[in-house]
T-cell receptor
Framework: GAVVSQHPSWVICKSGTSVKIECRSL??????MFWYRQFPKQSLMLMATSNEGSKATYEQGVEKDKFLINHASLTLSTLTVTSAHPEDSSFYIC???????????FGPGTRLTVT | GDSVTQMEGPVTLSEEAFLTINCTYTATGYPSLFWYVQYPGEGLQLLLKATKADDKGSNKGFEATYRKETTSFHLEKGSVQVSDSAVYFCALSDPNTGANSKLTFGKGITLSVRP
């Protein structure tokens, strides 16, 4: 099946610094990728929809200037958490939409801890 | 807005026991319904889906039937195995989002199967 990778799998950073998370579709092209955030024992919350070659669409309540999304190619989307604070600590998950099947394939997630 | 409600967990069963995980939804229109599974250390994987009322999705011995009258999509398996231990998410996609296929997830439930 289709594979989506995320890098890094976990990261620890200091408050005030920025962190970039990569999401790659390894064996298919994804014009649309999604970024989710998951809190412990909570559901996945959609943060934004990333479209190749255009600006991301953010869900209500998500700060676009804090969570920068770049979808520069058909296989790569990046999420940059700018000026991170401890409340940004979470599990971030991406998915890529296979246009031929309209099925989403999920990455394994990235654990971000801000100290 | 759309929402998905799953039964509270965690669930612990003995091997070969019968499994039911309840899922109900609220949506306008006619959503597609999904069950995703997340094995330890891995990304979410699509387990099964149903796109219209009375459809039954099935995979790996798991089944779920799209019940429009009760707005439910309960997951069942007749005989669970230790390898079924994972987190299970019920989700729906809003047809109004078209090709972007935005997903709304339930909170997920952890299943542990004892030998």
């Amino acid at each position: 099946g289709a594979v989506v990778s995320q890098h890094p799998s976990w990261v620890i950073c200091k408050s005030g610094t920025s962190v970039k998370i990569e999401c790659r579709s390894l064996d298919f092209q994804a014009t649309t990728m999604f970024w989710y955030r998951q809190f412990p024992k909570q559901s996945l919350m959609l943060m934004a929809t990333s479209n190749e070659g255009s600006k991301a669409t953010y869900e209500q309540g998500v700060e676009k200037d804090k969570f920068l999304i770049n979808h520069a190619s058909l296989t790569l989307s990046t999420l940059t958490v700018t000026s991170a604070h401890p409340e940004d600590s979470s599990f971030y998950i991406c998915s890529a939409l296979d246009r031929s099947t309209y099925e989403q394939y999920f990455g394994p997630g990235t654990r971000l801890t801000v100290t | 807005g759309d929402s998905v409600t799953q039964m509270e967990g965690p669930v612990t069963l003995s091997e070969e026991a019968f499994l039911t995980i309840n899922c109900t939804y609220t949506a306008t229109g006619y959503p597609s319904l999904f069950w995703y599974v997340q094995y330890p250390g891995e990304g979410l994987q699509l387990l099964l889906k149903a796109t219209k009322a009375d459809d039954k999705g099935s995979n790996k011995g798991f089944e779920a039937t799209y019940r429009k009258e009760t707005t439910s999509f309960h997951l069942e398996k007749g005989s669970v195995q230790v390898s079924d231990s994972a987190v299970y998410f019920c989700a729906l996609s809003d047809p109004n989002t078209g090709a972007n296929s935005k997903l709304t997830f339930g909170k997920g439930i952890t299943l542990s199967v004892r030998p």
